[in-house]
């Protein structure tokens, strides 16, 4: 098979210190590959807010090579079953479920699984959370989709993280009404709890900072986004992106 080139799709963000940790994980991915001898063709894009976008980076690739997009998300939901879906097809790939399909794909293009549900995902949230002591109630929150796949996700990484830490811990979204953070953290305030928030959002932006008053209106601690700050992106991340595009090879 020739050498495949590389796609990295993020959701995109306004958030100057959230676009910067997007491209240094970007970069760290393309370090990792390249020493590998993966691919020698990296290119970074977004599905909304951001360019270059899905179409761009489709573009940019060599169409005469497989070309695979890994979607920097943490749950399957409308951006790749619809906005990568339907970009890849316009593109010249393989429509979705094509089997006996009118579309006949004229372009090697694969779309790669979501960098959730993952064990390492818990791992690295009960990293960013920190010590707990045992009055501790622990939440998960996660952005929160009008697709139950991606929500259903978050709630696989809840349990995840529940069994990592080995105490209960309560899925909850800042986007939807179920479920919903605010909701949560005023049950919590009644009844006098202390709020520990293991925040699974990859970077810093609009739902970080939500999350972030609505917590601190309660007093309660949040966790660091999987990515943040002058920190470098986890080896766990570079390693859940890079298995990702090697599993549709």
Same mark, same amino acid.
Do not use: W
């Given at each position: 098979?020739?050498?495949?080139?590389? @796609?990295?799709?993020?959701?995109?963000t306004s958030s100057p210190e959230g676009q910067a940790v997007i491209t240094a994980l970007a970069e760290a991915v393309?370090?990792?590959?390249?020493? !590998?001898?993966?691919?020698?063709?990296?290119? $970074?894009?977004?599905?909304?807010?951001?360019? +270059?976008?899905?179409?761009? *980076? %489709?573009?940019?690739?060599?169409?005469?090579?497989?070309? #695979? &997009?890994?979607?920097?998300?943490?749950?399957?939901?409308?951006?790749?079953?619809?906005?990568?879906? =339907?970009?890849?097809? /316009?593109?010249?790939?393989?429509?979705?479920?094509? /089997? @006996?399909?009118?579309? =006949?794909? #004229?372009?090697?293009?694969?779309?790669?699984?979501?960098?959730?549900?993952? +064990?390492?995902?818990?791992?690295?949230?009960?990293?960013?959370?920190?010590?707990?002591?045992?009055?501790?109630?622990?939440?998960?929150?996660?952005?929160?989709?009008?697709?139950?796949?991606?929500?259903?996700?978050? !709630?696989?990484?809840?349990?995840? &993280?529940?069994?990592?830490?080995?105490?209960?811990?309560?899925?909850?979204?800042?986007?939807?009404?179920?479920?919903?953070? !605010?909701?949560? *953290?005023?049950?919590?305030?009644? %009844?006098?709890?202390?709020?520990? *928030?293991?925040?699974?959002? $990859?970077?810093?932006?609009?739902?970080?900072?939500?999350?972030?008053?609505?917590?601190?209106? #309660?007093?309660?601690?949040?966790?660091?986004? %999987? &990515?943040?700050?002058?920190?470098?992106?986890? +080896? $766990?991340?570079?390693?859940? #992106?890079? =298995?990702?595009?090697?599993?549709?090879?």
């Open positions: 098979m020739p050498t495949p080139a590389l @796609g990295l799709i993020s959701h995109g393309a370090a990792d590959v390249r020493q !590998r001898g993966i691919t020698d063709t990296v290119v $970074l894009g977004h599905v909304d807010v951001q360019a +270059p976008d899905v179409a761009e *980076v %489709l573009r940019r690739l060599p169409a005469d090579r497989p070309s #695979v &997009l890994v979607p920097l998300l943490l749950s399957p939901g409308y951006h790749v079953h619809v906005d990568l879906a =339907e970009a890849v097809t /316009a593109a010249g790939g393989p429509a979705p479920d094509s /089997a @006996g399909s009118a579309h =006949e794909a #004229v372009r090697d293009i694969r779309v790669a699984g979501t960098l959730g549900p993952d +064990p390492r995902l818990a791992e690295l949230l009960a990293q960013r959370i920190g010590a707990l002591t045992a009055d501790d109630e622990v939440v998960l929150v996660a952005a929160g989709s009008s697709d139950e796949r991606a929500n259903d996700a978050s !709630r696989a990484v809840g349990r995840l &993280l529940a069994d990592r830490l080995g105490r209960p811990v309560q899925t909850a979204f800042l986007a939807g009404e179920r479920d919903n953070l !605010r909701d949560i *953290v005023e049950q919590k305030c009644r %009844l006098g709890e202390r709020l520990v *928030v293991a925040n699974l959002l $990859l970077a810093p932006g609009y739902f970080d900072d939500l999350a972030a008053r609505l917590v601190d209106g #309660v007093g309660g601690r949040l966790a660091d986004p %999987l &990515l943040h700050g002058t920190s470098p992106a986890s +080896p $766990l991340l570079v390693d859940i #992106v890079r =298995e990702r595009m090697m599993a549709v090879l």
